[in-house]
């Protein structure tokens, strides 16, 4: 069993050819990288996610009922 794995970890793939010396080779530079990728993970994962929101729980939200009860106090007035 342990062959199989070290079979397996052998074969992942090295970092890209053109990612190592401009990415890697210094500390601030790779740092920058991490921090700018997580910057735009967690932009992409918070926009998808309220979409998926706003899609789950369309027409109970405040956004969504709002006109209603503008046009009431209009109405009203």
Not at 13 to 33: D, E, I, Q, W
Not at 49 to 70: A, C, M, T, V
């Amino acid at each position: 069993m342990a062959g199989i794995s070290g079979m397996i970890y052998k074969q992942a793939l090295p970092p890209p050819a053109y990612l190592h010396p401009s990415l890697f080779r210094r500390n601030t530079a790779f740092l920058t990288s991490i921090f700018v990728g997580a910057f735009a993970f967690e932009m992409a994962f918070d926009s998808v996610s309220d979409r998926i929101f706003d899609s789950l729980n369309r027409g109970r939200q405040w956004k969504d009922i709002r006109h209603q009860y503008i046009q009431k106090a209009e109405e009203e007035e």
